[in-house]
């Protein structure tokens, strides 16, 4: 049963920082791309950062510079490092990965960034 469970979400204001935190069981994590995606309210989810097995990452336009993803495979975690936080990064964000062509997803945490 593969379980992601996020946490580190919270208020902060703009130009704050947050580290959310990814937990994965249920998978072999260090073989696993893993991805965070965030959702505001009216809008589609999209795909905030990603990192590879093999620690390639690749991020959206509008954080790159800020956000920094990363892994640590012995605690089967993988992480979002949030700098220089803006409102337009308030949203729900969700950690998500794979497993035998199925797509999985945290139950999310709540980023709020007021101004």
Known sequence: QVQLVESGGGLVQAGGSLRL??????????????NWYRQAPGKQRELVAGITSGGGTNYA???KGRFTISRDNAK???Y???NSLKPEDTAVYYCSSSKSGLVYWGQGTQVTVSS
């Open 76 to 78: 089967n975690t993988v």
């Open 21 to 34: 935190s990814c937990a994965a069981s249920g998978i072999i994590f260090s073989i696993k791309t893993m």
């Open 80 to 82: 979002l490092q949030m």
């Open 61 to 63: 336009d509008s954080v």
